[in-house]
């Protein structure tokens, strides 16, 4: 059965600062992974797509790469603002209609 | 371009009520799906509907049922509310072909927040 986690479940650093989030997937047969963010009480905007097949992807100021042989996906978040705070989560499809969910990472950029 | 729409937004139950929950998407997906989310956990998959007048169940189906008459919505009803149905409530739908079926994105709601009291 496939697993998602997100480790850390919370993170807080000053604003500026790159850093990285993680995704890891215990069943490496996966389609694709997607990265979405979930601001307080609103919904889930995608934020990347990677197919089984590829090794990363950008967008902006956001890289989410892919590594299927061991279980993992980060999200690189270069020169964080404040505007970046959000739960952001990881989500796998290991079939044609169902995604796997992490829990989510909360990230608070202090200005 | 409105995407998913659910309604409503914000609802509070009393136990044993019923209600249904509606999404609406406008980007003429095949598949839509209904998940809920609980604190500290990932979203879980209730029900979900690969085309019109077809839905099947997901990983936590139970005191839930669905209708998709039209292939633009897909229905959510709860026949008899209980506390352990207060949750967030994220309808999604995706696009599949018969080239590609498994590398889509998924597209959400802006979700439903349900307390059943």
């Known amino acids: 059965k496939q697993e998602v986690t997100q480790i850390p479940a919370a993170l807080s650093v000053p604003e500026g600062e790159n850093l990285v989030l993680n995704c890891s997937f215990t069943?490496?047969?996966?389609?694709?992974l997607q990265w979405f963010r979930q601001d307080p009480g609103k919904g889930l905007t995608s934020l990347l797509l990677i197919q089984s097949s590829q090794r990363e992807q950008t967008s902006g100021r956001l890289n989410a790469s892919l590594d299927k042989s061991s279980g993992r996906s980060t999200l690189y978040i270069a020169a964080s603002q404040p505007g970046d705070s959000a739960t952001y989560l990881c989500?796998?499809?290991?079939?044609?209609?169902?995604?796997?969910w992490g829990a989510g990472t909360k990230l608070i950029i202090k200005p | 371009n409105a995407g998913v729409t659910q309604t409503p937004k914000f609802r509070v139950l009393k136990t044993g009520q019923s209600m249904t929950l509606l999404c609406a998407q406008d980007m003429n997906h095949e598949y839509m799906y209904w998940y809920r989310q609980d604190p500290g956990m990932g979203l879980r998959l209730i029900h979900y509907s690969v085309g019109e007048g077809t839905t099947a169940k997901g990983e936590v189906p139970d005191g839930y049922n669905v209708s998709r008459l039209k292939k633009q919505n897909f229905l959510l009803g709860l026949e008899s509310a209980a506390p352990s149905q207060t949750s967030v409530y994220f309808c999604a739908s995706s696009y599949m072909t018969d080239l590609r079926p498994r590398n889509t994105e998924a597209f959400f709601g802006q979700g439903t927040r349900l307390t059943v009291v």
């Open positions: 069943d490496s047969a996966i389609y694709n």
């Open positions: 989500a796998v499809r290991s079939s044609n209609y169902q995604l796997i």
